[in-house]
């Protein structure tokens, strides 16, 4: 069982930036692909990036690319998603995913979720 908690979510002005956070309980953090999703009111869950165990490999959809860079660091069990130029479309709840897989933006591939965490982008 790998349990997630997110942080870092809050209300921001168009442009502006925020990083979230993950902090995963596993001491096995190391050997999962981390994704981030978003889903805001009235809508799908939709993919927003992913980063494979090294860190080495990440995967973005053409919404975000360019705008939200993902990272990890291993020896503290986190996962960041750093948003820059922020839109009133990024409003929405942030998950954060854990995958014994790859980098993919498959919900399906991703067996632990964490809570959410609400980003607010007022225009």
């Known amino acids: 069982q790998v349990l997630l908690v997110e942080s870092g979510g809050g209300l921001v002005q168009a442009g502006d930036s925020l990083r979230l956070s993950c902090t995963a309980s596993a ?18 869950r939709e993919f927003v990036a992913a980063i494979n165990w090294s860190g080495g490999g990440t995967n973005y959809p053409d919404s975000v690319k360019g705008r939200f ?29 854990a995958s014994e897989g790859i980098a993919t933006p498959i919900m399906s591939s991703y067996r632990y979720w964490g809570q959410g965490t609400q980003v607010t982008v007022s225009s």
């Open 27 to 44: 001491r096995t953090f190391s050997w999962y692909t981390m994704g981030w999703f978003r889903q805001a009111p009235g809508k799908e």
């Open 69 to 97: 860079t993902i990272s990890r660091d291993n020896a503290k069990n986190t996962v960041y998603l750093q948003m820059n130029s922020l839109k009133p479309e990024d409003t929405a709840v942030y998950y954060c995913a």
